[in-house]
């Protein structure tokens, strides 16, 4: 069982940067894999970044880059998705999320623990 909760959403200028954090608990969470996804208002949820328990792998979706950078520390239980060069399209409700695998992982229904999401709006 891994428990995760997001923060650091918030309110920010187009060209700003944002950094999430994922709060994780549950006795084997250096063993996930770790992944962000958002969700914007009328839309499905979509990958943003995954990451596994070692950080050997990091996936990227297109949109994101080269601007977003995951991390995680597993001596704090906490996972990051650092987000740089926001545009207004970047607005969404961000989930992080975990899976019981060792790779990385892209799809929304491989992943077994979800957190709450955290609201990040990006004004022009």
């Known amino acids: 069982q891994v428990q995760v909760v997001e923060s650091g959403g918030g309110l920010v200028q187009a060209g700003g940067s944002l950094r999430l954090s994922c709060a994780a608990s549950g006795r084997t969470f250096s063993t996930y894999t770790m992944g962000w996804f958002r969700q914007a208002p009328g839309k499905e949820r979509e990958f943003v970044a995954t990451?596994?328990?070692?950080?050997?792998?990091?996936h990227y979706a297109d949109s994101v880059k080269g601007r977003f950078t995951i991390s995680r520390d597993n001596a704090k239980s906490t996972v990051y998705l650092q987000m740089n060069s926001l545009k207004p399209e970047d607005t969404a409700v961000y989930f992080c999320?975990?899976?019981?695998?060792?790779?990385?992982?892209?799809?929304?229904?491989?992943?077994?623990?979800w957190g709450q999401g955290t609201q990040v709006t990006v004004s022009s």
């Open positions: 999320a975990a899976s019981n695998t060792s790779v990385v992982v892209t799809t929304r229904k491989r992943y077994d623990y």
């Open positions: 990451i596994t328990w070692n950080s050997a792998s990091t």
